[in-house]
Each structure stands twice: as structure tokens, then as C-alpha cells.
């Protein structure tokens, strides 16, 4: 079974805050992680993706990938209240059937409240 | 956006009928995918198509079918639809699928109520 799993929140944290949300796999086969926000009725936006150990940044967003841990968080630093969403990880597996695809497999979402 | 409409966007039906949900994609990509997302489930893949006539099945694929003619268009059908069917839909592509790296990108949605 291969499993995705993430604190479902609510986190709260106040403006200008750091928010970390993790998220953990199962499958050490596990090839690619991203990271999409979803506001509530809308659908999952694409934010951040790593393939590699170690951190990588874009603007006010690190994501970490820890793969001997199996681990990958999200860091928002000065977190602003457009940035409360829910926010799905996603881990990329090859799947064993069809053309030799990699298929996601998405946590359940963290809810995150960035308080004014 | 992605290039991705999804049609109906809203839907009401009753137990038993028949349904099918269209997902129209303007990027020529070869990759499409259909999930839904139900509470405290979150995204599970239904279907997926890696081109045109080439279909496969995700993790809750029962219940489901899935044509694709032409590479633009993907289409979800439920042939008899049932209360445990009602949830939002989403769409996805993706430029190969391939790779580990290639990012699927998601359609609006439509959100489909059972009664």
C-alpha cells in the first residue's frame, strides 16, 4: 500500500510567520515530490516540486526532501493570510502497468490559517 | 490556466442513470488523467490515458469507464451512477508522463451530487 501522510491541521500561524508543513511516504521507490495548494472550492495549483535531497527555494517557499527519512516539508516563510489553503504533497511512483508511467499518489492536505 | 475545461462544471442526478463528464484539453499533451476528491479521502487517481485509445486503470477505478478519440478530449462515464459516487472531479494532464518529473496540471472541476 502505498500511503502519503500528512497532518491534516488546521495549522494556525499569525501573519509574517514561518509555516512548516510536512509530509511523509511510505515508498522508498518514491522518484518526485510536489507540493500544490488548494484553495477551498478551487482546484490544486502546482507550487513546488524536488527531486533531489536537500532543500530548494522559490521566492517565500523551501521545500526539504529528506529520502533516507522519508520526508519532505514545506517551509513559507512570512506567511500572508492569501497563503491559507490546503496544501497537498504528491510523490511520484512508477506505475506497473500501461506505457511505463509515473502516477501521484496525493496526502490528504494540510489546512493552513495564516491569522492577520 | 492549463488550458483544461471541464464539463458540466455542476451536476445533479438520481441513482441509476447515467453520466459522463468531459475533460478538453487545448495543449496537446499526451497524458490525461481523471481523480476525485472526496473528504478525508483526498485525490485518488480513477482513470488515466497515455494517448489516444490508451486507457488504464488508477485506484478507485470501479464503477468508472473512460473513452479517449481524439487527444483532446478525455471522457469519464458512470454507467450506473450510485450515491457513493457523488464527489468533485478533477482533471488532469500532463505534457509525457514518462518521467518522475513531469507535473500533471488540474482542470476546474465538476462537482457531481447522486441523489
Known amino acids: 500500500q502505498k500511503e502519503v501522510e500528512q497532518n491534516s491541521g488546521p495549522l494556525s500561524v499569525p501573519e509574517g510567520a514561518i509555516a512548516s508543513l510536512n509530509c511523509t511516504y511510505s515508498?522508498?521507490?518514491?522518484?518526485?515530490f510536489f507540493w500544490y495548494r488548494q484553495y477551498s472550492g478551487k482546484s490544486p495549483e502546482l507550487i513546488m516540486s524536488i527531486y533531489s535531497n536537500g532543500d530548494k527555494e522559490d521566492g517565500r517557499f523551501t521545500a526539504q526532501l529528506n529520502k533516507a527519512s522519508q520526508y519532505v516539508s514545506l517551509l513559507i516563510r512570512d506567511s500572508q493570510p492569501s497563503d491559507s489553503a490546503t496544501y497537498l504533497c504528491?510523490?511520484?511512483?512508477?506505475?506497473?502497468?500501461?506505457?511505463?508511467?509515473?502516477?501521484?499518489?496525493f496526502g490528504k492536505g494540510t489546512k493552513l490559517s495564516v491569522i492577520p | 490556466d492549463a488550458g483544461i475545461t471541464q464539463s458540466p462544471r455542476h451536476k445533479v442526478t438520481e441513482t441509476g442513470t447515467p453520466v459522463t463528464l468531459r475533460c478538453h484539453q487545448t495543449e496537446n499533451h499526451r497524458y490525461m488523467y481523471w481523480y476525485r476528491q472526496d473528504p478525508g479521502h483526498g485525490l485518488r487517481l480513477i482513470h488515466y490515458?497515455?494517448?489516444?485509445?490508451?486507457?488504464d486503470k488508477g485506484e478507485v477505478s470501479d464503477g468508472y469507464s473512460v473513452s479517449r478519440s481524439k487527444t483532446e478530449d478525455f471522457l469519464l462515464t458512470l454507467e450506473s451512477a450510485t450515491s457513493s459516487q457523488t464527489s468533485v472531479y478533477f482533471c488532469?494532464?500532463?505534457?509525457?508522463?514518462?518521467?518522475?518529473?513531469?507535473?500533471?496540471?488540474f482542470g476546474p472541476g465538476t462537482r457531481l451530487t447522486v441523489l
Open positions: 488532469a494532464i500532463s505534457p509525457s508522463g514518462g518521467r518522475s518529473t513531469d507535473t500533471q496540471y
Open positions: 504528491a510523490v511520484a511512483l512508477l506505475a506497473y502497468s500501461g506505457a511505463g508511467s509515473y502516477q501521484l499518489t
Open positions: 490515458s497515455y494517448g489516444v485509445k490508451d486507457t
Open positions: 515508498d522508498r521507490g518514491s522518484q518526485s
